[in-house]
């Protein structure tokens, strides 16, 4: 069964700053990896996903992925934040003969201060 | 498009009191359906899916129980309340169709058990 490690649970940093939240990943079999934000009071949005293909991959809002297969890691980075990036950041892999099933790593916040 | 519902969007419960949470679908056919616990400060703890009418499995053993009793709608439900089911409740949908993984959410419900 596969497990999702968000190494960060909480990330402050200042606004313009770049940002990079971190994913690790463990599964036998090929995954398919995915962020999601939260707002506060509110439910999941999809910022990006990795399916096949190019390992660097771009989201919504700026926020861009690079899947690292050897490292089995699947970081989150954004070259400068807002301070409406303010959110909870969740990764999550499912596993390419588990259907539509995800597993959700433990959640980044993600403080960005002025 | 399609478009989830969930309501109520808060609710305040005491111990031992019957509960019911709803979750709709438009705007698709046959979707697989979630139900997921957000504790306070934590991750998503997957509760139910469904990939049919009548059809639910249970990953945790608990007071909660869902039922799916048309296409487009999932209900969680208990008979008595704990203090323990406080939390943010979300619903999500994904295609039922072979190729396609993401998972899409709800606006949530805040559950608040006294």
């Known amino acids: 069964a596969q497990s999702v490690t968000q190494l960060d649970s909480q990330v402050p940093v200042f606004e313009e700053a770049p940002v990079e939240l971190r994913c690790n990943y463990s599964?036998?079999?090929?995954?398919?990896l995915f962020w999601y934000v939260q707002y506060p009071n509110q439910g999941l949005q999809l910022l990006l996903k990795?399916?096949?293909?190019?390992?660097l991959v771009k989201g919504i809002n700026g926020f861009e992925a690079e899947f690292n297969k050897s490292q089995t890691s699947f970081h989150l980075r954004k070259p400068s934040v807002h301070i409406s990036d303010t959110a909870e950041y969740f990764c999550?892999?499912?596993?390419?003969?588990?259907?539509?099933?995800?597993?959700f790593g433990g959640g980044t916040r993600l403080m960005v201060k002025p | 498009s399609q478009t989830i519902h969930q309501w109520p969007a808060t609710l305040v419960q005491p111990v031992g009191s019957p509960l019911s949470l709803e979750c709709t679908v438009e705007g698709t056919s046959n979707p697989n359906l979630y139900w997921y616990r957000q504790a306070a400060g934590r991750g998503l703890q997957l509760l139910f899916y469904?990939?049919?009418?009548?059809?639910i499995s249970s990953e945790v053993p608990q007071n909660l129980s869902a039922s799916r009793p048309q296409d487009r709608q999932f209900i969680l439900s208990s008979k008595k309340l704990l203090l323990s089911d406080s939390g943010f409740y979300l619903c999500?949908?994904?295609?039922?169709?072979?190729?396609?993984?993401?998972?899409?959410f709800g606006p949530g419900t805040r559950l608040t058990v006294l």
């Open positions: 599964s036998s079999v090929s995954v398919y």
């Open positions: 469904s990939v049919g009418i009548g059809q």
């Open positions: 990795y399916l096949s293909g190019s390992t």
């Open positions: 999500a949908w994904s295609w039922g169709l072979a190729g396609i993984y993401e998972q899409f």
């Open positions: 999550a892999v499912s596993e390419n003969n588990a259907g539509n099933m995800l597993t």
